[in-house]
């Protein structure tokens, strides 16, 4: 599911890192 959300939206991948990261 996280490869399909990868290709599918990868700025809201980023997004969730970048959550994460602050």
């Given at each position: 599911m ?19 990261t602050?």
């Amino acid at each position: 599911m996280d490869v399909w959300t990868r290709r599918s939206n990868p700025l809201g991948l980023w997004s969730r890192f970048q959550l994460i990261t602050n």
